[in-house]
């Protein structure tokens, strides 16, 4: 079984680029190399250099490439959308230039990918993680919000080449196990597969072994994160916001929570899984001067058990 492993910048706590507190993008660059990655996600577009000559000489200077770039926003809205397709455009343009992931796959697309997250509706956010309290979209937003999800698909495969995932994640629209499985009834897996997170399952009330299985034919990519569960339980149970639990330490280095690895290896092992994972850590910026030691310390324990 062939794995590769790469991590993101969310792991120094980068989600949103306007954020004051975040660190510079050289030592993200840095600390993930030195932690031993090949390869890591794009980040927040505006983050690591726009301009593909200096991405690319970042890129090769740190012996790294990009596995994925990633659209975090509001899908639904019709007044973002045109927003949105210029996005998609230069992550994808870029993604076209600079080094990208190796490709040693078996059944799995290759890389690089788009991820497509939608985030940006304050009452999910604040509901994260509640599936009998979020609510849930009209049938013409959500039908919306397809259409646009489809469209950028569209756009990133059949214009550049760029596999479009779509990542169901804790505190946006897509996010609970009905409407994992409305997403993969409306949108084929020719238009655009999904990416899993393990940690985003968890924190949305599946198990993350369970929903691997039931949609392993639409899966192009996944993620890796895991969870405090005690701290999980608190913030469930405050109803505190997503990423206030985030800065509250929901997230943990891979192994110190309440997700079981070594099975999930197993269940990879049988499905011979040969494609990228990308472990993530969400925290707030502010403590990013804990990030090299957990990125370092989530990498060694994937391997300790067998990735």
């Known amino acids: 079984m062939t794995i590769s492993i790469a991590n993101a910048p969310c792991s120094w706590g980068v989600d949103d680029p306007d954020n004051p507190y975040l660190p510079a993008w050289q030592k993200v660059l840095h600390e993930a190399a030195q932690a031993g990655y ?4 794009l980040g927040p577009w505006g983050y690591l250099p726009v301009q593909a000559d200096e991405l690319s000489d970042a890129l090769n200077r740190h012996g790294l490439s990009l596995v994925a770039g990633t659209i975090f926003d509001d899908l639904v809205s019709e007044q973002n959308f045109p927003a949105m397709v210029a996005l998609t455009h230069n992550i994808c343009r870029n993604l076209k230039t600079v080094p ?10 290759p890389p690089p990918y788009l991820v497509i997250i939608d985030f940006g509706n304050p009452e999910r956010a604040a509901l994260a ?24 698909s569209e756009i990133a495969w ?28 409306d949108i084929p897996h020719s238009v ?47 109803g505190v916001d997503f990423f206030s639990a985030c800065a509250q330490g929901v997230m943990c280095p891979l192994g110190c929570g309440a997700i079981n690895y070594p ?5 990879l092992r049988q499905r011979h899984y040969q494609g990228w994972i990308t472990i993530e850590q969400e925290r707030d910026p502010r403590n990013a001067d804990t990030s090299l030691r957990d990125v370092t310390a989530s990498l060694q324990y994937l391997q300790s058990v067998g990735f």
């Not at 099975?263 to 269940?267: A, V, W």
């Open 38 to 41: 090949k390869s890591i996600e």
């Open 100 to 109: 990208t992931a190796e490709k040693v796959h078996g059944k799995n697309t």
């Open 129 to 152: 993680g509640q599936p009998t309290k979020a609510p849930r979209l009209s049938s013409a937003d959500w039908q919306t919000m397809m259409a646009h999800i489809s469209a950028l």
């Open 158 to 185: 059949k214009e550049y080449g760029v596999r479009p995932v779509i990542h169901p994640h804790a505190g946006g629209c897509i996010e609970y196990e009905d409407e994992i499985a409305q997403l993969v009834a």
């Open 192 to 238: 655009a597969g999904l990416c899993l997170d393990t940690g985003h399952l968890f924190y949305s009330g599946m198990e993350p072994i369970a929903a691997l299985d039931k949609y392993w034919d639409r899966i192009d990519y996944l993620h890796f994160k895991d969870i405090n569960a005690s701290v999980w339980r608190d913030v469930i149970g405050g």
């Open 263 to 267: 099975q999930i290896h197993e269940f």
